[in-house]
C-alpha cells in the first residue's frame, strides 16, 4: 500500500479491539518514530499501554477508552511546533495504516494520565490513538475545493492532485479551516483560518498535499 492508498483508507477510528498491537509491528512504528522525530526535531513517543488516556466523559461518548495505545506527540516548545506534530505526526498515522492499524487524532485527552516523557521545554501538544479499529471508520463530509482553494484561471495538474488529497486529511472536528492559494509564481501557500488546534490541521493538510502533488512541502 502506498501513501496515496493510505490516504484513502485513512478514517478516524474510535472504537477499537481489545488485541495489543504485535511485537513486530510495534519495532516497525518505534523504527518510524525514531526517523520522523530526527528529521522533524520532535519527541514522539508510542506508549504501548494506553491505560487511563482517555478516560474524560466526551472520550468514553466517543468511544476511544477503548484505544489499546497511544502516540504522544511531544516537542520542544518553539513557534512552528504545532505545525510540525501535524505534518510528521500525519505521515506517522499513514504509516501505521499501512501496516493495518487504525488511528484518530485526538486533541481532547487526559493530561494527567498519559505516561507521555516530558522534559524541560517541551510541550504535549495531542496525542493519537492507535490499534485495531472494530470497523474502518468512514469519509468525512468535505467543503467544496472552491471554499478551500483559491487560485487564477486553469490550476495545473500537481495541484488539483495535492488539493484531492488534502480534503482528505483529517482536521479537528471536521472544521478544515484552511485554504490552499496557488500563486502566479506557482508557489503554495496555506492559510490558516484559526479554530481549535488549525496550526496542527495545517501541518496535517501540508502532508496530505505533498503526498498528492509531489511537490515538498516540509514545514521548519
Ligand atoms: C488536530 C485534531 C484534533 C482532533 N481531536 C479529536 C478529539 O479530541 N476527539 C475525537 O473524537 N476526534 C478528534 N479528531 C478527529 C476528527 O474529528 C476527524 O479527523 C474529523 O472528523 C475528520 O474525520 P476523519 O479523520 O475520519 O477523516 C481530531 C482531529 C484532528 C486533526
Avoid at 101 to 117: E, H, M, P, S, V
Amino acid at each position: 500500500m502506498n501513501e496515496t492508498d493510505a490516504i484513502r483508507q485513512r478514517h478516524s477510528v474510535r472504537q477499537y479491539k481489545p488485541d495489543r498491537i504485535e511485537d513486530d509491528k510495534v519495532a516497525l512504528i518505534k523504527a518510524k518514530i525514531h526517523e520522523l522525530n530526527a528529521e522533524g526535531n520532535l519527541h514522539l513517543q508510542f506508549i504501548e499501554d494506553a491505560d487511563k488516556t482517555y478516560n474524560k466523559l466526551f472520550n468514553k461518548v466517543a468511544g476511544l477508552g477503548s484505544a489499546p495505545s497511544v502516540i504522544a506527540c511531544v516537542g520542544k516548545d518553539t513557534p512552528g511546533l504545532d505545525q510540525r506534530v501535524g505534518y510528521y505526526g500525519e505521515k506517522l498515522v499513514l504509516y501505521a495504516q499501512t501496516l493495518g492499524l487504525n488511528t484518530c487524532w485526538t486533541g481532547t485527552f487526559n493530561r494527567k494520565n498519559i505516561t507521555a516523557d516530558i522534559s524541560e521545554g517541551e510541550r504535549l501538544v495531542i496525542s493519537i490513538a492507535i490499534g485495531y479499529g472494530k470497523e474502518p471508520g468512514k469519509a468525512h463530509k468535505s467543503k467544496s475545493i472552491d471554499k478551500l482553494t483559491e487560485s487564477k484561471g486553469q490550476t495545473p495538474e500537481w495541484f488539483n492532485k495535492g488539493v484531492e488529497m488534502a480534503l482528505l486529511a483529517p482536521t479537528a472536528i471536521n472544521q478544515q479551516k484552511f485554504l490552499i492559494k496557488l500563486n502566479p509564481d506557482e508557489s503554495v501557500e496555506f492559510i490558516d483560518k484559526g479554530g481549535v488546534l488549525s496550526q496542527v490541521d495545517i501541518g496535517i493538510v501540508k502532508c496530505h498535499f505533498e503526498i498528492g502533488s509531489g511537490k515538498l512541502q516540509r514545514t521548519e
